[in-house]
């Protein structure tokens, strides 16, 4: 298999999607943090030094998929059309799940977008949790699924 981000010479170079047809794009990915009672009971209730967690974590995720061309050197700047989040509770870890779906019509896939944004979104709640709890766990940033594009389909299993 030939890596399309190597050149003749074995040079980093961003591959040229000016040939691929525009077709919709989305990408869902999803991680976790894992977390003390205590750190969990203040989110939940709202009650940290920091403010609104689990809102600010979004706010992260969402400006984490804008910004994954700036942060992963082979990424296309990308015209994102949606940007969605949804947060879990996970009572019995304790902790919480994150999952990005990003979705646009365009040359190149989202999976990245939707996987840095799961990445910053957790890594805020960790930014902002870190003063009840240093030994969170941010574990399982995976890919769930993904639809359009030449490669087709992915659903995780």
Known sequence: MDLTHLDEQNKPK????GDKSETLRIAVASGIIEVT???FDAVVANNTKKGP??????IAAIQGAKQT?????MCHPLMLTSIKTNIEELTQLPGFKLTVTAKLIGRTGVEMEALTGVSVGLLTIYDMLKA????M???NIQLESKDGGKNGDFKRK
């Open 14 to 17: 961003m591959v040229d999607v």
């Open 37 to 39: 009672q205590e750190a």
């Open 53 to 58: 967690v689990l809102q600010t974590a979004v």
């Open 69 to 73: 061309s700036t942060l992963i050197p």
């Open 132 to 135: 009840i709890d240093k030994g």
């Open 137 to 139: 766990v941010i574990k």
